[in-house]
């Protein structure tokens, strides 16, 4: 089953390499790698379980990098729609305000479910939503597998 995952953008602190920022960019098995690393990415890891979370396509909403944590850009409608479109994913789970108000304006067919979820660090009462996503999304792929 194929997962695409959004989350707002990235971050890197200045002064990180420009070649590393392109493979970030380019490479989604260094993506998920350095997301994995990152404590947005140990929270998701936690509560999807290793094996989805190696599973699931990590993509960002604006793939602009900000250079500090707090860093938010609105989402880059046509990026989502390219990777939509190139990886035809059956579930699009959709983490924070940018990616959900980026997909809001997707006008592109697809018969996926759609899941969304506040960003994993996001402040405020957010765990509850994300633990009943996580389970959502651990059903669908259990009847996938069936």
């Not at 059956?90 to 924070?96: A, K, N, P, Q, S």
């Amino acid at each position: 089953m194929k997962i695409v995952a959004f989350l707002q953008n990235p971050w890197f602190k200045p002064g990180t390499p420009r070649r590393l920022i392109a493979r970030y960019r380019d490479d989604p098995v260094f993506r998920r790698r350095v997301l994995g690393a990152a404590r947005t990415g140990l929270l998701l890891r936690r509560m999807l379980g290793e094996a989805l979370f190696e599973s699931i396509c990590w993509e960002n909403a604006n793939p602009r990098h900000g250079t500090d944590r707090l860093a938010a850009f609105p989402a880059e409608v046509r990026h989502m729609r390219r990777v939509i479109h190139r990886h035809a994913p059956e579930v699009v789970v959709l983490f924070g305000r940018q990616a959900q108000d980026g997909f809001d304006r997707i006008r592109t067919p697809g018969s996926f479910v759609v899941l969304r979820a506040p960003h994993p660090q996001a402040r405020g009462s957010y765990k509850r939503h994300l633990a009943e996503v996580s389970a959502a999304l651990r059903e669908i792929v259990s009847k996938e597998a069936l």
